[in-house]
C-alpha cells in the first residue's frame, strides 16, 4: 500500500526566523504521524530549517534548481549544492516556474536527472489551465507532461520521484477540483506510467493532489483511491492548519 506524502510548498514566503519559529511550534503538532512531511522552503530558509529539523520526523526540501553542476548561470542553485547541505527533495516543474520562469518540458526533464543524479527526490508537477481543461483536453496534456518528464528515466529511478498534479486553475484560487475529477486524472496519470513502465511501478508511484487544499478538503481528497496526500501552498504557512491536513484521518 502506498503511503501519504503531504509537502508544504512555502513559495516566496518566510523570512528564517518565521521558518524556525514555524517548524518549532509545527514539529510537536506532527510528531505521531504516519505520513511523510515536507516543507519546501526558499533557498535563504534552507539551512535554518534543516537545523530546527533535526530530531523531527519533517524532511525538507527546495522549490527549484538547475540542471548543470556548476557553471556561469548567476543565480542558479545545482542539485549538489541542495545535497551538500542535507537537502532530500526539490520540487520541479511547478506552474508558476513554468508560467514565469519559462520552463519547459525538457528543463523539467534535465532538472529530474540531476536531481536523481545526486540522490534528491524530486517532486515532479504536472497541471492543465482553466481554457485547456474548458477545451477537455486535460488528459492530452497531463499524460505529455508525464511521458516528456520521464523521457529517459530507468524503472529503478522512478521509485524516487513523486508526482503532483495540480491543475493551474487551482492554484491560490480557492477553487479545487472534485475529489472524483482529482482522483480521475491521477488515475489517467498511473494510466500513462503503467504504459511506459508497466502496472506494477506505476501501482507503486506517489502521486499527490495540489491546488487550494485546506484542513477542510485533505480528508474527502486523500481518501479517494489514487491519491497519495498532497501539494500544499498557502495553507501549508500556518502551523495548526498545516498540521490538521497532515492529520486528516485523524
Known amino acids: 500500500m502506498r503511503k501519504k506524502v503531504i509537502a508544504g510548498n512555502w513559495k516566496m514566503n518566510m523570512l528564517p526566523n518565521e521558518a524556525i519559529d514555524f517548524i518549532t511550534e509545527f514539529a510537536p503538532l506532527v510528531k505521531d504521524t504516519k505520513h511523510e512531511v515536507i516543507l519546501c522552503v526558499p533557498y535563504t530558509d534552507l539551512f535554518y530549517a534543516l537545523l530546527h529539523a533535526q530530531g523531527t520526523n519533517i524532511k525538507i526540501g527546495a522549490q527549484n534548481m538547475h540542471w548543470e553542476e556548476k557553471g556561469a548561470y548567476t543565480g542558479e542553485i545545482s542539485a549538489q549544492m541542495l545535497k551538500s547541505i542535507g537537502v532530500e527533495y526539490v520540487i520541479i516543474g511547478h506552474s508558476e516556474r513554468r508560467q514565469y520562469f519559462a520552463e519547459t518540458d525538457e528543463t523539467v526533464n534535465k532538472k529530474i536527472k540531476s536531481a536523481l543524479a545526486n540522490n534528491l527526490k524530486p517532486i515532479v508537477c504536472v497541471g492543465e489551465t482553466l481554457e485547456q481543461r474548458e477545451q477537455g483536453v486535460t488528459e492530452k496534456i497531463i499524460t505529455t507532461q508525464v511521458e516528456k518528464a520521464l523521457e529517459g528515466i530507468s524503472a529503478e529511478s522512478l521509485a524516487q520521484i513523486i508526482i503532483a498534479y495540480e491543475p493551474i486553475w487551482a492554484i491560490g484560487t480557492g477553487k479545487t477540483a472534485t475529489k ?62 498545516f498540521s490538521k491536513i497532515v492529520k486528516f484521518d485523524e
Open 180 to 241: 472524483e475529477d482529482a482522483n480521475d486524472t491521477i488515475k489517467q496519470i498511473r494510466k500513462k506510467i503503467a504504459e511506459i513502465y508497466g502496472q506494477n511501478e506505476a501501482e507503486r508511484v506517489i502521486i499527490q493532489y495540489g491546488g487550494s487544499v485546506k484542513s477542510s478538503n485533505a480528508k474527502e481528497l486523500f481518501e479517494m483511491s489514487d491519491i497519495d496526500g498532497g501539494l500544499v501552498g498557502g495553507a501549508s504557512l500556518k502551523p495548526e492548519e
